[in-house]
């Protein structure tokens, strides 16, 4: 079964550096884009920032400048690395990957089961 693996959240203090990593794992053909999302406390869930396979990406407004996305294809593996984290940033991030396992060939939207993130001033 296919699935993704989060791991790198935690309580940090506003200002300082944290990594998200997403692996997935299982059988899969391929991977095409990736991505990580968060929900706020009171708030919608929202796109942080977006990675095609070719490497292209894209970024939420708020997290430009700050946060940066980037994949190693060997591991099928993203990261998320956010510097000069705020308290505004306090979410609860989830990876998601556009992939097709090998047994189906049917491209499809995964999730991972999320990771806090809490940023304290």
């Known amino acids: 079964q296919v699935q993704l693996v989060e791991s790198g959240g935690g309580l940090v203090q506003a200002g300082v550096s944290l990594r998200l990593s997403c692996a997935a794992t299982?059988?899969?053909?391929?991977?095409?884009?990736m991505g990580w999302y968060r929900r706020a406390p009171g708030k919608e869930r929202e796109l942080v920032t977006c990675?095609?396979?070719?490497?292209?990406?894209n970024y939420a407004d708020l997290v430009k400048g700050r946060f940066t996305i980037s994949r190693d294809n060997a591991k099928n593996t993203v990261y998320l690395q956010m510097n000069s984290v705020k308290p505004e940033d306090t979410a609860v991030y989830y990876c998601?990957?556009?992939?097709?396992?090998?047994?189906?060939?049917?491209?499809?939207?995964?999730w991972g089961q999320g990771t806090q993130v809490t940023v304290f001033s």
């Open positions: 998601n990957a556009d992939l097709i396992p090998a047994e189906s060939m049917w491209l499809r939207a995964y």
């Open positions: 299982g059988s899969i053909f391929s991977i095409n884009a």
């Open positions: 990675i095609t396979r070719s490497g292209s990406t």
